[in-house]
């Protein structure tokens, strides 16, 4: 702000890509084709109010309680829908569950399609042309990255995201947390581990703070 | 790669309401969420093949000229319009009061 305290008689104008993107809402609300309250509620609602913390609800009750965990993987759409976290119509979301024998992993080699509703906003490596390309094709290589090493007999399934289908991740409940509730679970899961990329939290991890 | 849960969604409000509009044309059925993810996706490779590094940061940049091309491949608003849009806007900045709120004539 280099006119702040000397000039006074002007706005600054804002960088010329958000002058665009401004002037492109104005024209859109001018011939009604979108709702100002709407654009603040979507701006409200993906800074604010979704993230991972909707997605650590969700596994966590699926360690809990294995009724919740059936209905998720046979409808996650609907599922999540009992957190009030349900997507777009049209959108169908599937859970797929981490055991000992297989580990899953979520990319989008197009865009960047990803499961807004209970993870909030893809973080800039998951948009990375590096990982939309390597985590095809050479997925352990990726998982190496995030320093998750897997055994070899582990089968690494590999899920490409479209606009219609998002995938979320049910990490492997760590072992050690026999008796915890909910709410002490959610601090053992991670966004990355619900993409894939990593494995949950262990009881140790959390006492030494990481 | 980071591994922190925190990362901001965001890193300027200008990337939020470019979000926004598009979601909101998506879920007002102007387009669908398919064609939008084609177009967005179609862009990523155009920026790529000119010479962007593609890391992820440049990422609503692609986004944006996304929402641009469909807005005016479905008649909603041409490229000239914006630009003379932003002009006006510009005019209207430089000739408001600081502090005071900008708006057009």
């Known amino acids: ?210 | 790669m980071t591994t922190d849960d925190a990362e901001p969604g965001f890193c300027e409000p200008w990337q939020a309401q470019a979000f926004a509009l598009a979601n909101a044309l998506i879920d007002q059925g102007v387009f669908t969420a398919d064609e939008w993810a084609q177009t967005l996706g179609d862009e990523i490779k155009r920026a790529q093949a000119a010479g962007d590094p593609d890391t992820g940061e440049t990422y609503y940049n692609h986004w944006l000229a996304a929402l641009e091309r469909l807005c005016a491949e479905k008649g909603l608003a041409q490229a000239g319009e914006i630009g003379t849009r932003a002009e006006e806007w510009r005019d209207a900045y430089l000739a408001t009061p600081h502090g005071k709120p900008v708006s057009l004539p």
């Open chain 1, 1 to 210: 702000m280099p006119h702040d305290g000397h000039d006074h008689d002007h706005t600054e104008p804002p960088s010329d890509v958000a002058l665009r993107v401004k002037s492109l809402e104005s024209l859109l609300i001018d011939k009604g084709l979108v709702d100002p309250a709407a654009i603040d509620a979507l701006v409200d609602r993906y800074a604010h109010r979704v993230g991972p913390q909707n997605g650590k609800k969700v596994v966590a009750r699926a360690w809990t309680d294995p009724e919740f965990k059936q209905r998720l993987l046979d409808d996650a759409r609907e599922a999540v829908g009992e957190f009030d976290f349900k997507g777009r119509p049209g959108e169908r979301l599937v859970a797929v569950e981490n055991t000992p024998e297989v580990h899953n992993l979520v990319v989008c080699t197009l865009c960047s399609c990803y499961p807004w509703n209970v993870l909030g906003l893809p973080p800039v490596w998951y948009k990375s042309a590096p990982y939309r390309a390597r985590a095809v094709s050479d997925p352990r290589g990726v998982l190496g990255e995030f320093g998750t090493e897997l055994p070899d007999e582990v089968e690494v399934r590999v899920w490409d995201s479209t606009a219609e289908m998002r995938y979320l991740v049910v990490p492997e409940r760590p072992t050690g947390t026999e008796g915890w509730s909910a709410e002490q679970l959610e601090k053992l899961i991670t966004r990355n581990s619900m993409i894939g990329v990593e494995q949950a939290k262990s009881p140790a991890d959390l006492e030494g703070g990481a």
